[in-house]
């Protein structure tokens, strides 16, 4: 509608109380039915956001508890926020349930209905974000890597201030961390002190000015996942389709005249990686990709859909 600015010091602008009225619906209809509904929140907005009025996350936070037949997505790239911003919930007067329920969270019992992910782009991100997003108690805690710009090793996250000294690099995904001069050391409580990742969804960028995603980072966390039998769900090609996928999704439309030809790769101390600049790295990508409508490329991953989600003993969603 046009009234979306994005940013710090941007206004924030509140939806209709009608549309607040929805997850009610929902709730009542999944309680009838016996089934669940997992509900994407906030995708016009940041539900850790520091700059809207304390009493909105309340509002939010007292419709995930009053909805309990609906899975909550909470995605945020702000996850260094929660324990602060909900502190700021459960200090607020004139509601107990609420105070109580945000209190038990804090305090290391998670909701139920409510599955915590985390945004990130490269490694950088992962770096910055997944650490804190293990901080959270939480049921499900997953992420969205969407838009993919760049390779990303979730089994070597830098753990800086995080489970351990300088040089330790967090394995999210299989609950322990790794060490130049350990290796791999498994940590039986990881999951009870900080979590582990139990859901990872990746996709590429989509609109006018996307940028391409390289196939082999894709093919990277496909694998990374399959390794540690965590659920991975690959939403979409964006835009850029890769060629080697043209003739195996669209045969008529291939561009035989193309032939894909790899970058180099190189090793440094986390990962496989293009060699060069950021700027190399994208026109790299773009190598091997060739630009084609988010419709027409699709989710296929050599040959394959990857549409998996998390099975948790008492959650059974719809």
Known sequence: MGRAHWGKGQSRQRASESYWNDPFRWNRKAAKAGIRYRV??????????????????ADLLN???QTPHLDWLLLSKR???????LTEVMDLPGNLELSLW????LNGTPPANAWIGASVEDQIRADQRIPELLKIPAVVRF???EPLLGPIDLLRVDAKGFGGSA????DCIRKGFWSKNWG???????HDTFGSLDWVIVGGESGPQARPMHPDWVRSLRDQCKEASVPFHFKQWGVWLPWDHWALDLPNHSPASRVATYPTMVWNDLFWESAGSEEAQENEAKDLVSKISKKAAGWVLDGKEHQEFPKCSNLHAA
Do not use: T, Y
């Open 40 to 57: 994407f929140c906030s995708a016009l907005s940041d539900w850790l956001d520091d700059e809207v009025p304390v009493q909105w996350r």
């Open 63 to 65: 419709v995930v508890r």
């Open 79 to 85: 996850p260094q926020n929660w324990r602060r911003l």
């Open 102 to 105: 945000v209190g038990a969270w």
């Open 143 to 145: 992420l969205s890597i």
């Open 167 to 170: 040089g330790h690099k967090v």
């Open 184 to 190: 791999f050391v498994n940590h039986s409580d990881m």
